[in-house]
């Protein structure tokens, strides 16, 4: 099992352009989160979804953010346009049916000049 | 609104000695409740968690927590630390929303286990 899969690793961008994160959630597993990590904020969840469908994206900052699962192996979550406050670690984690464990990726790290 | 406090931003301990790591939840429901390790540049990882049951939970690496509801706390403990479990720790709460069941993370306490 290779677990969660998130790339890039590592993404260093300029103010104002578009990044796209991906995530590839480990199979068989129907609920999928991506989260947002700083150390002024700690650990944000951004978007929940469930067999495909956004239930909560409470916590997407704002109109920048958007998110996408076209089918239960991939996630996108894009910036556009970027800003240097949206530097950070962002996770994606998924979770098989009817379990309260998450199953983290490793994290990309955002960095926006 | 349903809240997890982790008083201890940062716990410095001498490598064998005993930790605690303190959790408190808000919750005027039944919660279930999680502890997860993040290890320096990695994902977080389950430690243990309390659904029901033996209010005394068992995880991996030799960690334990004990729900207390009275408290309303779930505290983690080790009886004798090493070097790599120096980590972010982060005590979790499950509650019950309109359409889904959420999972909110406290803000995490950094262990740093001193040779």
């Known amino acids: 099992d290779a677990g969660v899969i998130q790339s890039p690793r590592h993404e260093v961008t300029e103010m104002g352009q578009e990044v796209t994160l991906r995530c590839k959630p480990i199979s068989g597993h129907n609920s999928l989160f991506w989260y947002r990590q700083t150390m002024m904020r700690g650990l944000e969840l951004l978007i929940y979804?469930?067999?495909?469908?956004?239930?909560?994206d409470s916590g997407m900052p704002e109109d920048r953010f958007s998110a996408k699962m076209p089918n239960a192996s991939f996630s996108t979550l894009k910036i556009q346009p970027s800003e240097p406050r949206d530097s950070a670690v962002y996770f994606c984690?998924?979770?098989?049916?009817?379990?309260?464990?998450?199953?983290f990726g490793p994290g990309t790290r955002l960095t926006v000049l | 609104a349903q809240s997890v406090t982790q008083l201890d931003s940062q716990v410095p301990v001498f490598e064998e000695a005993p930790v605690e790591l303190r959790c408190n939840y808000s919750?005027?429901?039944?919660?279930?409740l999680f502890w997860y390790v993040q290890y320096p540049n990695q994902g977080l990882q389950l430690l243990l968690k309390y659904l029901s049951g033996s209010t005394l939970v068992k995880g991996i690496n030799g960690f334990e927590a004990e729900f207390n509801k009275s408290q309303t706390s779930f505290h983690l403990r080790k009886p004798s630390v090493h070097i790599s479990d120096t980590a972010e720790y982060f005590c979790a709460v499950r509650i019950a929303m309109t359409s889904y069941d959420k999972v909110i993370f406290g803000p995490g306490t950094s262990l740093s286990v001193i040779p």
């Open positions: 984690a998924s979770s098989p049916s009817g379990e309260d464990t998450q199953y």
């Open positions: 919750s005027s429901v039944s919660v279930y």
């Open positions: 979804f469930n067999n495909n469908v956004p239930i909560d």
